[in-house]
């Protein structure tokens, strides 16, 4: 059941290419993202800064096809494709009408029906993401595309991504610092090193890659149903990784719910889908685009 479970994110993320067409595959930075299907109507969620270049202005996000990639084989997309860009949101509480703004940094790509069945990606069923916070110290899962484990020809002619999973729990939203709020962020431990089962009565300490590279992927949870076993039907994608907080080993993620109301608001039908099922958009109704308010009273 465990590698059923890892299949499925490894499915389910994306390795990025950023940059724009025509840039020679040395001058392309490389990201993650999570494909997502809302009844039919399909997604891709990654970190805003992995379309932002500074602030000179936007660069392009291609999807890299999976196994050896040539520059010219990267699907990219035209800005017009980016329904949603985040990266801030103020908090109101309205006992003391105090406003706190903090750093969010998601974008949300709309993809075509005809282009997910052509270049076969796999997307999570919308009925799998969740809204809830993680508690401290509660299990989960990261799943990218780390840079540094990139797979390059001598010539630099040709790339191959590979994924990067592994376990981890939920932390204190509070070790990300002012910029971050559990209305909006998860908190996750990433390990210098982590001891992993070579063979049967075998283990060994294995420096973990750098994280350049896996932003924009999910966080995810498990819920397990019956007694503790669980499938990949028990994932839960709870978050958007875009951060490692400076000075410390934790990664930032937004939390799933302002995602998913950014997209309601951007297409009335998602928001029926996520209405219907219970999703209450009356607390994050205003988290879209650059500082709105949200009662966070």
């Known amino acids: 059941m465990v590698e059923s479970v890892k299949h499925k994110m490894w499915e389910w993320t994306q390795p990025l290419a950023l940059g724009r067409p025509g840039n ?30 500074g602030r000179s202005g936007y660069r392009q996000v291609g999807l890299i ?17 980016i329904i949603v860009s985040a990266n801030a949101v103020t908090l109101l509480n309205l006992a003391t009408d105090q406003r ?4 969010t940094d998601y974008s949300v790509f709309k993809l075509r029906p005809a282009e997910v069945e052509e270049l076969g990606i796999e997307c999570m069923n ?63 431990a990433y390990p210098s090193d982590v001891v992993i089962t070579i063979e049967p009565g075998k283990r060994q300490v294995a420096q973990l890659p750098r994280p350049h590279g896996i932003s ?19 994932l839960r994608l709870s978050g958007i990784q875009y951060a490692v907080h400076e000075g410390s080993e934790v ?3 937004c939390r ?36 709105k308010d949200v009662d966070a009273g």
Not at 28 to 49: C, K, P, Q
Not at 66 to 80: K, N, Q, S, V
Not at 137 to 165: H, L, N, W
Not at 267 to 291: E, H, I, M, Q, W
């Open 251 to 253: 990664l930032h993620s």
């Open 126 to 188: 919308a009925d799998q993401i969740g809204v809830r916070p993680l508690d401290v110290g509660e299990f989960c899962m990261v799943a990218g595309y780390p840079a540094a484990i990139y797979k390059r020809s001598d010539d630099q002619s040709t790339v191959q991504p590979f994924p990067f999973i592994f376990g981890t729990k939920a932390v204190d939203v509070a070790a990300l610092g002012s910029n971050a709020h559990p209305l909006t962020h998860l908190a996750v």
């Open 65 to 81: 096809p999976r196994g050896l990639t040539r520059a010219e084989d990267i699907r990219w997309f035209d800005d017009d494709r």
């Open 100 to 103: 706190h703004t903090v750093t």
């Open 216 to 234: 924009g992927c999910g966080v995810w949870a498990l819920h397990p149903t019956l007694g503790g076993l669980f499938s990949y039907r028990d």
């Open 24 to 53: 020679a595959l040395s001058e392309i930075e490389v990201g993650s993202g999570v494909a997502v299907n809302v009844d039919g109507h399909y997604f891709l969620l990654t970190a805003d800064h992995n379309v932002l270049l």
């Open 256 to 291: 799933m719910a302002q995602v998913i109301e950014a997209m309601c608001v951007t297409d009335p039908t998602v928001a029926d889908y996520f209405t219907t099922r219970g999703f209450d958009r009356t607390f994050y109704s205003n988290l879209f685009k650059n500082a």
